[in-house]
């Protein structure tokens, strides 16, 4: 069992950053794959970047085309942890933000992820 829990939400005005954390219990994830999703009021969780293992030395990342250039992720596996760094926030990037594990990469980018986390609100003002 993977226990997943989201932190570094707030408000911020539009251009501003904020950095999204979330810690990992329960057991290494280092060959799984993670995620950051995110829901805003009255639409669909959809997926905002992830990361898996490429099977060498290093992880694969993708991103969504809304924040490509503007939200970095990162994983950092000696603490369990992988963080969103969003830079240049717009409104439209307010929702609740959503880290999530999986062992498959595909499965998780289509939302069917092992492990949830409760969230962390976004709120960018304009």
């Known amino acids: 069992q993977v226990q997943l829990e989201e932190s570094g939400g707030g408000l911020v005005q539009a251009g501003g950053s904020l950095r999204l954390s979330c810690a990992a219990s329960g057991r290494t994830f280092s060959s799984y794959a993670m995620g950051w999703f995110r829901q805003a009021p009255g639409k669909e969780r959809e997926f905002v970047a992830g990361?898996?293992?490429?099977?060498?030395?290093?992880?694969?990342?993708d991103y969504a085309d809304s924040v490509k250039g503007r939200f970095t992720i990162s994983r950092d596996n000696a603490k369990n942890a992988v963080y969103l760094q969003m830079n240049s926030l717009k409104a439209e990037d307010t929702a609740v933000y959503y880290c999530?594990?999986?062992?498959?990469?595909?499965?998780?980018?289509?939302?069917?992820?092992?492990?949830w986390g409760q969230g962390t609100q976004v709120t960018v003002s304009s």
């Open positions: 999530a594990a999986g062992a498959g990469f595909d499965a998780l980018k289509r939302g069917t992820g092992d492990y």
């Open positions: 990361t898996r293992w490429s099977g060498g030395w290093s992880y694969i990342v």
